[in-house]
Nanobody, 124 residues
Framework: QLHLVESGGGLAQPGGSLRLSCAGS????????MAWFRQAPGKEREGVSC?????????YYGDSVKGRFTISRDNAKNTVYLQMTDLTPEDTAVYYC????????????????WGQGIQVTVSN
């Protein structure tokens, strides 16, 4: 059975950092395009970042996180990461990782597999 499990969320202060992890179970993540999305209360799900599969590890970032967030993979650990720095209260949301074999984009509708989400709160 396929699972994506996010971890590493929690509370951070403005200007602080967090690293989210997305571990795969029953799925080999290096064969999939992977993405991070987030959803704040009352807002639509937003594409944060994505990274291509083994053959093409191109990376894309949403405008609101460019220069602050970095997506990466560790294929040996079957895990994808999102390093978040210089956090602001506007980064507060539930963060989701997602996978798809064919499509690489920041559109949620392009992804077939999703994690359960993890809360990130940026506050004093």
């Amino acid at each position: 059975q396929l699972h994506l499990v996010e971890s590493g969320g929690g509370l951070a202060q403005p200007g602080g950092s967090l690293r989210l992890s997305c571990a795969g179970s029953g799925i080999t993540l290096e064969n999939y395009n992977m993405a991070w999305f987030r959803q704040a209360p009352g807002k639509e799900r937003e594409g944060v970042s994505c990274i291509g599969s083994l053959k093409d590890q191109v990376k894309y970032y949403g405008d609101s996180v460019k220069g602050r967030f970095t997506i990466s993979r560790d294929n040996a650990k079957n895990t994808v990461y999102l390093q978040m720095t210089d956090l602001t209260p506007e980064d507060t949301a539930v963060y989701y990782c997602a996978a798809d074999r064919l499509r690489l984009s920041l559109q949620p509708r392009h992804y077939n597999y999703w994690g359960q989400g993890i809360q990130v709160t940026v506050s004093n």
